[in-house]
């Protein structure tokens, strides 16, 4: 959910353009059987012990959300590497 609301907010202010619409996005995650996590308390319990080695607050979220359920994050950004995650496409 936190990537989906950061591209909603990114489309929003300009700086992000999709191809195709938020719906047609939604829809094709739903079609694709992409499960879309919910934010739990324990994502924000573990968020509030996270360092800041990264401070924009949908990657520290998606961190928390990776950590507490014990996940691989799939990502390029360099700051993951700081955090004690699985990390596939360093």
Known sequence: MASLWEITIKQQIGKLTLDISLEDLFEYAERNQIEIMQI???HLLALAKLPFH??????????SQTISE???LISRDKLMKKYKVKLMWK
């Open 70 to 72: 014990n996940l691989t």
């Open 40 to 42: 739990k308390n324990t």
């Open 54 to 63: 990264h401070s924009d607050p949908f990657d520290r979220l998606i961190l």
